[in-house]
């Protein structure tokens, strides 16, 4: 069964920066599209970046472009959020999952696999 793991979270300050990993064995991350999820309390869950595989294609949403970036490591299985210019607003539990598909829309119906999150706090 596949399941993703994330991790690279913690308690950063306004305008810090963290990178998130998102880790999975028995699935390969060089094909199909990764997705970038968060869940803030008493929200609920929004897509963030995602990145299809098989050609490195983005998107993100708006309320990060120019501050996150998706980036993957086919040789560690591994894809990457480098998340700069960090404002309290993205507070959540981080998620990554996969469409097992080529989409890049951040829907989370058929996202799938999904992690136990990491914790992402910005605070002063």
């Known amino acids: 069964q596949v399941q993703f793991k994330e991790s690279g979270g913690g308690l950063v300050q306004p305008g810090g920066s963290l990178r998130l990993s998102c880790t999975s064995s028995?699935?390969?991350?060089?094909?199909?599209?990764i997705g970038w999820f968060r869940q803030a309390p008493g929200k609920e869950r929004e897509g963030v970046s995602s990145?299809?595989?098989?050609?490195?294609?983005?998107y993100y949403v708006d309320s990060v472009k120019g501050r996150f970036t998706i980036s993957k490591d086919n040789a560690k299985n591994t894809v990457y959020l480098q998340m700069n210019s960090l404002k309290p607003e993205d507070t959540a539990v981080y998620y990554c999952?996969?469409?097992?598909?080529?989409?890049?829309?951040?829907?989370?119906?058929?996202?799938?696999?999904w992690g136990q999150g990491t914790q992402v706090t910005v605070s002063s």
């Open positions: 028995g699935f390969t991350m060089d094909y199909y599209s």
């Open positions: 990145m299809r595989g098989s050609d490195g294609s983005t």
């Open positions: 999952a996969t469409d097992y598909g080529l989409g890049l829309s951040l829907q989370e119906w058929p996202y799938a696999s």
